[in-house]
Nanobody, 126 residues
Framework: QVQLVESGGGLVHSGESLRLTCVAS????????ICWFRQTPGKKREGVSC????????WYVDSVKGRFTISRDNAKNTVYLQMNSLKPEDTAVYYC???????????????????WGQGTQVTVSS
């Protein structure tokens, strides 16, 4: 079982940046995908950005392309989400999650992800 701990959320103004961090630990760090999801009250969790477990292939939801960048430091078992040019509509709780479903890094479905962090709140004011 993989344990995931997110950090880096906060309150920022529109146009500003944040970097989210997800530290992974556990018996095995092999996974097919690691993703950032976000969720607002009353809505389903939305996949934001993902990275393949085996290489650097990545995926982004259209609304964040060009603004967000996912990266990984294997030595630190850490995945980052650099969020630039933040907008009020980016406000949500952001979660890190892993999946052992092949190709789940593309158009991720929360149902395919078995390990989740506790989430970190991102609030963007206008």
């Amino acid at each position: 079982q993989v344990q995931l701990v997110e950090s880096g959320g906060g309150l920022v103004h529109s146009g500003e940046s944040l970097r989210l961090t997800c530290v992974a630990s556990g018996f095995t760090l092999d996974y097919d995908a690691i993703c950032w999801f976000r969720q607002t009250p009353g809505k389903k969790r939305e996949g934001v950005s993902c990275m393949s477990g085996s290489d650097d292939r990545s995926w982004y939801v259209d609304s964040v392309k060009g603004r967000f960048t996912i990266s990984r430091d294997n030595a630190k078992n850490t995945v980052y989400l650099q969020m630039n040019s933040l907008k009020p509509e980016d406000t949500a709780v952001y979660y890190c999650a892993t999946s052992n479903t092949e190709y789940s890094y593309q158009y991720p479905s929360a149902a395919d992800f078995g390990s989740w962090g506790q989430g970190t709140q991102v609030t963007v004011s206008s």
